[in-house]
């Protein structure tokens, strides 16, 4: 597998981004900080849109990079469907097919609708789907579930899971939201301050428990599981991953699906607990502890494959006199369906 | 009515008005997005036609396009016509007296364009021309209306810098401006309130055109 190249060193008003890394040229890449750690920065000088400009530098509009912008900037003079050309015309027409991309996020409807009494949501699709159009070798998403309300971003979140299966092109999206980032990428930077503090695949990065910028509420991993079957009785479903099985309610309209586990819904057991209401409980070994804060402890696990974080006291590390490679049982109380 | 005075000042006003929005649309486009240190002094050049006297600048447009000016003597030794007194000297006074009545409308309209739009447009493989031209301008139609009517309407209105460049030659830089001074000068009152009156009316009507339109496009 190759990669891409980022190098971006800028610094303004007191800031500095200064990068130096590869990441996959397939896939999602997701950019991961607090507001004010750099990350559209990144963008913009991916784009060409900020740092270094001159004779040595390609101009913007040569670089074929697509970027969607936070709030879709559309063009308000243009119809939805010239919105979606424009990009297009102006790179030798669209390696995908115009009308893969219209089905792809359902804009028939509004092709000749004005852009200007487009909801949020519709609007980023549009977005989206210009962006497609003009064939670009990467894609840049800068937050683009951010302008919108609860209720739009469950709108546009369907359609970029589509993108993320569908789709070759690699993806750059930057969020400060862990689900999001959980939900569509595949590899992970964590930028703090203009720098990257971690990288690398993301179940390993979430993983990992020295960086304060993945602990606290954001503590957690993600784990892939295959559907196996469905308990009418008691509207249970059955999923299978490298380090067992687990039952989760309701049922699930996909066979792959990507659950996320956060740190403070796993506790631990030495012994196998005979009678327990958690459902899920799993044979686990510890990768490592480290003190989290004064009072708790983050511990890594290893389940077949698959790493998972639990949360527990200090003093239940004490008393259990729990160590690396110690085998544990992991009591799961709760695991979210990502997608 | 004496309709030659009127005519002449129409075609004038409609050729300062069509080279002000060509030349004057970058202008503006550079004024709006630049961060050189030589903006505020180009924006204060640009805006010196409104504090001045007409006076002042036709003088010094006289001078300037007289037969011994800088641009009148090249021009003299080019085409072998004086530009003081000619149709074409009318034109680059009132460029020059209406600029800033073509430039700041364009200028606010470009301003208040969302910067990331454009960007949006670079992205999208636009150069920087392109973008100018197929998202800046179009979303900008409000500010070219705006400098459209103001540019016309203040060229038809001039006077001091046309009578000091220009004089009274009949058909050539006789507008009507100069003629209502000289129907007054000469006590012909009644051609004199005939051409005031069609002015007035002119003037009221591309205003109040220029306001409703704006105004529906604000909806």
Known sequence: ?339 | MDFGPLWLSVQLAFTTTAILIVAGAPLAWWLSQTRSKLQPFVQALVAMPIVLPPTVLGFYLLILLGPNGAIGAWWVKVTGDALTFSFVGLVIASCIYSLPFAIQPMQNAFEALPKKNIEAAWTLGASRLDAFLSVAVPLSTRGFISAIVLSFAHTLGEFGVVLMVGGNIPGETRVVSIAIYDHVETLNYAAAHQLSMTLIAFAFVTLFGMFVINRRQLR
């Open chain 1, 1 to 339: 597998m190759s990669s891409i190249a980022l190098k971006h060193n800028v610094s303004k008003e007191g800031f500095v981004l200064d990068v130096d890394t590869q990441i996959p040229d397939r896939g999602v890449t997701g950019v991961f900080g607090e507001s004010g750690s750099g990350k559209t920065t990144l963008l913009r000088c991916i784009a060409g849109l900020e740092g270094p400009t001159g004779d040595d530098t390609t101009a913007v509009h040569r670089r074929r990079i697509g970027y969607v912008f936070q709030d879709a900037q559309l063009f308000a003079h243009l119809s939805v469907k010239k919105n979606i050309e424009y990009g297009m015309r102006r790179n030798g027409g669209a390696a995908i097919s115009i009308d893969e991309v219209i089905s792809l996020l359902e804009l028939r409807d509004l092709l000749d609708r004005s852009v200007v009494g487009l909801s949020g949501g519709e609007a980023q699709r549009v977005s989206i789907a210009r962006v497609l159009c003009q064939s670009p070798r990467l894609i840049l998403m800068d937050e683009p579930l951010s302008a919108l309300d609860e209720r739009r971003r469950n709108d546009v979140l369907p359609y970029l899971d589509r993108l993320h299966a569908e789709s070759s092109i690699p993806i750059v999206y930057v969020s400060h939201s862990i689900d999001e980032i959980c939900r569509l990428s595949d590899h992970l930077l964590v930028l703090d301050n203009g720098k990257i503090v971690a990288e690398g695949d993301l179940q390993a990065t979430l993983a990992r428990t020295d960086l304060p910028q993945l602990g606290g509420k954001n503590a957690g991993t993600i784990i892939e599981a295959r559907r196996m079957r469905y308990d009418e009785q008691f509207d249970l479903t059955l999923f299978d991953f490298s380090g067992g099985q687990l039952w989760l309610p309701g049922t699930s309209e996909s066979d792959a699906v990507r659950l996320r586990v956060t740190a403070s819904d796993v506790s631990l057991t030495r012994t196998a607990p005979e009678s327990s209401t958690i459902l899920n409980i799993l044979a686990a070994s510890i990768v490592e502890i480290r003190a989290e804060d004064t009072a708790t402890n983050l511990v890594q696990l290893m389940l077949g494959n698959d790493l998972l974080l639990a949360r527990i006291t200090r003093r239940s590390t004490h008393e259990l006199q729990l160590k690396a490679g110690d085998e544990v049982f992991a009591q799961i109380k709760s695991v979210t369906i990502r997608r």
